[in-house]
């Protein structure tokens, strides 16, 4: 019972946080986005736990909503990002996206229905320990790392030079 409460918890901030990030009505200022940002991924991390993913939920916390956050906050400092004007949604933009969230919904509601979930479910099956994520991360999957990592060392020195002011 305990489980159910949580989930429904977690699953209700992660959702509010999404929406909140989006619509942000408290200030316009991208910075409290980004926190927002922060309580989704921590509240989505909430349900890893629950799943007993407990690896992906540190993961998510120590890389998303430490590094990646950081991240975006030097990136919205480094670009002195003002309050965003108040824009006006056009009626007709209005409408299609209206129609498209609506069109959206009926086919996961469709596809949900017409599913056989809950039906036939097999006991769960516990894979992916550390061990296993660290040999195939280092021996299948060892080039994609690496040239995920010069990429990532390539984007903080270009956002290095870009902050960097003549001294001249």
Known sequence: MMQIAFFYLFAFLTLACGV????NPFTRSPVTSAMFLVLTIVSMAGLFVQLHAFFIAAVQVLVY??????????????LDLKEEEQ??????????????????????????????????????????????????????????FEALSLL?????????????????
């Open 20 to 23: 909140l990030v989006v619509l």
């Open 65 to 78: 909503a430490g590094a990646v956050i950081v991240l975006f906050i030097f990136v919205i400092m480094l």
């Open 152 to 168: 990532l060392l390539v984007a903080m020195v270009g956002a290095v030079l870009l902050s960097k002011r003549d001294l001249k």
């Open 87 to 144: 824009r006006r949604i056009k009626p007709v933009m209005g409408g299609l996206a209206t129609v498209a969230v609506a069109l959206i919904a009926l086919a996961m509601i469709r596809t949900i229905k017409h599913s056989a979930v809950g039906f036939t479910l097999a006991k769960p099956v516990v894979e992916g320990s550390t061990i296993s994520l660290g040999q195939a991360l280092f021996t299948r999957f060892a080039l994609p």
